[in-house]
C-alpha cells in the first residue's frame, strides 16, 4: 500500500545539538517530497522540496534533507538546533501520478532542551 | 498580500448541527485543498477544488459532508449533523495553478462536537 511514514513521533534534543527527522515512503514511482513545520495552533509552512535533480536540498531557517533513492528515504538535518525549532514536522508527498494533493506522514513532534 | 484566512477559528457545535468553514485563498490564488487534521495525526487530504469546480473530492467522507468554491467568495467546507468523530482541526491550503506549485496553509479552523 502506499504509505509515507515517520517513524518517530516524538524527539527531545537539546539546544544547539544536531537532528535527523526520520521518512520513508512507500510508492511505485518516485514521488515528489516535502517536509513542513507546523507551529502551536498554526498552519504548515514548507520547510523544503524534492523533485528531481540534486539529492541533496537546502531549505529555510537551516534545514536541508537528502533523498536516498534505494532506501526511499528523505531526511530532515539541521547541524544546530535552536529553541525556536521546537515544533511538529510533517514529511509530505505528492504521488507522481497525482493532482497536488499532499499525502502525510504521522509527524514528529520536537521537544528543544535548554 | 494577505495569507490564506480561515474562519472561525475555533468553532463550537453540538452534535446534530451544522457546521460551515469558510477558506479565503491567497489574492491571485484559485485552486483550494481542504485537509483534516484528527487529534495525534497527521493531515488527511479531503478535497481540492478550483473556482466552480470540484477537481478531487477522494477524501471526502461520502455523506454529510461538502464543500464548494464559488466564483466569487471563499471556499466552504459544509458538515452537516455534525457527530464527536468530526472535531478535528480543519486546513485549507491555496496555490497559484495546483499541481505541484507550493500550497500555502491557512491557522486551520479547530472544530469540536459537544
Known amino acids: 500500500a502506499q504509505s509515507v511514514t515517520q517513524p518517530d513521533i516524538h524527539i527531545t534534543v537539546s539546544e544547539g545539538a544536531s537532528l535527523e527527522l526520520r521518512c520513508n515512503y512507500s510508492?511505485?514511482?518516485?514521488?515528489?517530497l516535502f517536509w513542513y513545520v507546523q507551529s502551536p495552533g498554526q498552519g504548515l509552512q514548507l520547510l523544503l522540496k524534492y523533485f528531481s535533480g540534486d539529492t541533496l536540498v537546502q531549505g529555510i531557517k537551516g534545514f536541508e534533507a537528502e533523498f536516498k533513492r534505494s532506501q526511499s528515504s528523505f531526511n530532515l538535518r539541521k547541524p544546530s538546533v535552536h529553541w525556536s525549532d521546537a515544533a511538529e514536522y510533517f514529511c509530505a508527498v505528492v504521488p507522481s501520478d497525482n493532482t497536488g494533493k499532499l499525502i502525510f506522514g504521522q509527524g514528529t513532534t520536537l521537544q528543544v532542551k535548554p | 498580500n494577505a495569507g490564506v484566512m480561515q474562519n472561525p477559528r475555533h468553532l463550537v457545535r453540538r452534535r446534530g448541527q451544522e457546521a460551515r468553514l469558510r477558506c479565503s485563498p491567497m489574492k491571485g490564488h484559485s485552486h483550494v485543498y481542504w485537509y483534516r487534521q484528527l487529534p495525534e495525526e497527521g493531515l488527511k487530504f479531503m478535497v481540492y477544488?478550483?473556482?466552480?469546480?470540484?477537481?478531487?473530492e477522494s477524501g471526502m467522507p461520502k455523506e454529510r459532508f461538502s464543500a464548494e468554491f464559488p466564483k466569487e467568495g471563499p471556499s466552504i467546507l459544509r458538515i452537516q449533523q455534525v457527530v464527536r468523530g468530526d472535531s478535528a482541526a480543519y486546513f485549507c491550503?491555496?496555490?497559484?495553478?495546483?499541481?505541484?506549485?507550493?500550497?500555502?496553509f491557512g491557522p486551520g479552523t479547530r472544530l469540536t462536537v459537544t
Open positions: 491550503a491555496s496555490s497559484l495553478q495546483g499541481d505541484l506549485d507550493e500550497q500555502y
Open positions: 510508492y511505485g514511482a518516485t514521488p515528489y
Open positions: 477544488l478550483q473556482k466552480e469546480n470540484i477537481i478531487d
